[in-house]
Structure formats: C-alpha cells, structure tokens
C-alpha cells in the first residue's frame, strides 16, 4: 500500500543494488515532453537546473510529475538553500533535491533538516498531494517512506567542500556527492578539463570519501 503512496525511486534502488545509473541535466527547455523523450532515450534520471535555469515552481511539478510517470527520477537542483526551495520542490513531486555551491558540513546537515520528516529533520508535513498520488494512509508510515526514497544530492564542487568531503560523506542522510568539475577545477585555481593533476587528486578524495561512508559518487561529465 504505502508503495503506491509513495513511490519506489528506481534510481534509488538501483543504486543499492550497485548498479551504476546515468542521467542528463535540462536547464532551458519546460516543456514536459522532454521528460517522455528522456527516458525513451534510456536515462535513469533528470536533474531540472533551478541554479542556473529559468523555472519556477509550476514547472518544476509539471517536469517532476512528468517524469514519475516516464520512469524517470526527477532530481532538483535549488538555486540556495533554503526551506521553500528544498521543501517545497519535493512537495511537489521531485524525488530527490541536489545542492549546490556547498562549503560546509553545517550546510549539508541544514539541508538534510530540511528534506526529511521528522525524527530525522523537521520537513512540514504536506500530504495527500501530487507526490503521494493524492492518497491517504499512516502518516508516521508515509513519512518513513518519503525519507527512505527521496535522494539527497550534495555537489562537491568548491575547494571548501572538498577540504571537508570526509565530513560531509559522513553526514547521516546523505546519498549522493555530486563532483562538479567545472567549478571544482575553477575554485583550485586550475580551470579546465578534470584530467589535470589537480584534479585527478581531487576526484580521487572523494571516491575515497564516498567508499568509505558507503556514500554514491556521482561526476558530471559535460
């Protein structure tokens, strides 16, 4: 019952199960076809850019709901950390949240208050909504659920970030460190491609972070 509630994540799932999955990133495009083009495409997972893209929250829930449908894990990366932003984007159907432009551990644990029901955080109870299917059922059971689904993202892409990368792999609730090359490699001082020295030693760190505290890693590679 509280699977049709709330819903597996297959990318989730597939990644306790070790297998490796792959995703692609929108950041212009709103129209929620694209999220049926995606996973016809074969993709695992969405990340819908609200950092650097133009949506606001109605399309957020357009795309999100679009592609629960499809298969397609919907993972939305906030423009800052706030409540509405993380809260609000998971209320409205997405299935993970990724954050960007992290610089401390004390970051990372706000954000984790911030998406999961209590007694892990203090996310506000909205339910009976799009990402429940509109259904009813144990509250406490639902809320355990949607913790246990909902992926949480953390984007090591600044030279603080890494300085911390053990600390925050660490950090309970934690699924995914996300290593954005781009920003990482400019916040060392070496802007450019990840197969610098640099930044070699730097992918290297949080592979080892993430085995460590059983944590995925994630890189972009575009």
Known sequence: MLESIIATNPVRAALHSGKTVLGTMIAEIRQPAIMQLIGLAGFDFVIIDNEHGPFNIETIADLSRAGRCYGVTPIVRVPELTYTYLAQSLDVGAQGIMLPRVTSVEQVKQAIDIVKYPPEGNRGNALNRGHTNFKVGPV????????????????????????????????????VLFIGPN????????????????????????????????????????
Request: charged share 20%; with cysteine; proline share 4%.
């Open 140 to 175: 406490l059971d639902i809320m355990a659920r949607a913790n246990q689904e909902n992926l949480t993202v953390i984007q090591i892409e600044t030279k603080e970030a890494l300085e911390q990368v053990d600390e925050i792999a660490a950090v309970p609730g934690v699924d």
């Open 183 to 222: 920003d990482l490699s400019i916040s060392l001082g070496v802007a450019g491609p990840p197969t610098q020295d640099v930044m070699v030693a730097a992918i290297e760190k949080v592979v080892a972070a993430c085995q460590k505290h059983g944590v995925t890693c994630a890189i972009q590679l575009a």
